[in-house]
């Protein structure tokens, strides 16, 4: 398509599609009215990702433009429909008749105002009787929007409500990647991620017409929903677990550092405090995880390299976590080498449990987190050399050599 043509898109309405020769001539004529109605240029793109039925050469009938998707999953076929998207806005919808596309023009008067996404929402909106079960209007949809607006602050009522708009620069800016069902979810994340500004439309769902069960998996595609929120919220996954073991340790290990403590007929002592130099040191490996998948998010452009936490990373350098670890550890080795002088004092026998091992526990807890943090402080540097923020002692030009 020449350039003039091309210029003339202002909007593209992207269906992926499966097996859909029932109800894809029906999105199809209603997009076209809800374009129509906009006053605006548009195209209607079918994202097919591999249909066996009519669905391809009734989509071409009907004036849409097929993209053939080969690689199977409902994110992969919404992801070829955005890439051969020409629109200056694009807005997805699925093909089973269960999203109103002559809705159309309440999507493009939010993108007007300056919106970068617009969300339907079937929860605010309408729900036909049999249009949506129960377990995911009351449950399964709830609780995962919950946990979503909880982990990302972004205020959605419906996240996974497949009628949605935004902007082809903000499809740039998200650079989504996933390729199944909880591409849904990490729209929303990206947008969170990257401050775009998002709207919500209230709109109405519509019973499913086709003659075949949806393609959607409750359980299976629920969990691929949960799974990818958590690997985008370190914060959540990694970093409260992790201070919440390395504080409950901390404490355990002080509490019980001078001598047992009895409540009513149960005594705490030297076995309370291995349990809280385990959770210290469970504690301690959380949190250095959740900083190298913190750097790693940066690396991979997964999130804006923004916040306290980028921050910090590019204001800490390797020195000082080593000279950090290097302390902990001469005072954990110190003291396990004070706890061995005194059991060879004794001739390498029986040593009074109530106090010595109670001090050796808390240098080896000591120890062995100086040791965490060393290796930790070089991974940590090695991902901020593949995000360019490592420059060590000098600067280094380019001048076109090798």
Not at 263 to 279: K, N, Q, R, W, Y
Not at 378 to 397: A, H
Request: charged share 20%.
């Amino acid at each position: 398509m020449n350039e003039s043509v091309c210029s003339s898109v202002m909007v593209s309405v992207v269906i992926p599609c499966l097996n859909e020769a029932r109800t894809l001539a029906g999105c199809i004529e209603a997009a076209k009215r809800g374009i129509s109605e906009t006053g605006i240029a548009g195209e209607i793109i079918v994202a097919d990702n591999g249909s066996t039925d009519e669905s391809v050469s009734i989509a071409e009938r009907a004036g849409a433009r097929v993209v053939n998707c080969t690689r199977r999953g409902y994110g992969n076929a919404l992801r070829a429909g955005f890439a051969a998207a020409r629109g200056d806005w694009i807005i997805m919808g699925d093909a089973d008749q269960s999203y109103d596309f002559s809705e159309i023009p309440l999507f493009h008067e939010k993108i007007r105002e300056g919106h970068d996404l617009v969300m339907g929402t079937r929860l605010k909106g309408k729900i036909d009787a049999g249009a949506m079960p129960w377990s995911h209007r009351y449950i399964g949809n709830p609780i995962l929007s919950g946990i979503l607006r909880l982990f990302f602050g972004v205020k959605v009522s419906d996240a996974h409500c497949g009628l949605r708009a935004f902007t082809r620069k903000a499809v740039a800016d998200m650079d989504l990647r996933t390729g199944g069902m909880e591409l849904a979810s990490e729209i929303v994340i990206k947008a969170a991620k990257y401050g775009l500004k998002i709207g919500e439309i209230p709109i109405t769902l519509h019973k499913d017409a086709r003659d075949h069960p949806p393609h959607l998996r409750t359980f299976h595609d629920g969990w691929r929903h949960l799974r990818y929120m958590l690997m985008m919220a370190p914060n959540w996954l990694f970093f409260l677990p992790g201070f919440a073991f390395l504080v409950a340790g901390t404490v355990l290990l002080a509490w019980l550092l001078p001598g047992p403590v009895l409540i009513g007929s149960v005594e705490l002592d030297v076995h309370t405090m291995l349990l809280g130099m385990a959770f210290v040191l469970l504690g301690v490996y959380m949190v250095l995880l959740g900083a190298f998948v913190k750097a790693f998010t940066y690396t991979e452009k997964l999130s804006a390299k923004s916040g306290k936490f980028a921050g910090a990373v590019r204001r800490i350098k390797l020195e000082q976590g080593l000279l950090v670890a290097i302390v902990l550890f001469l005072v954990g080795f110190t003291g396990d080498l004070w706890f061995l002088a005194s059991w060879k004092k004794a001739g390498f026998g029986e040593l009074e449990v109530q106090s010595a091992l109670r001090w050796a526990i808390l240098y080896t807890t000591i120890l062995i987190v100086g040791i965490e943090l060393f290796f930790g402080s070089f991974f940590l540097s090695m991902l901020g050399i593949s995000r360019g923020d490592y420059v060590g002692d000098y600067t280094i030009k380019d001048e076109g050599g090798v």
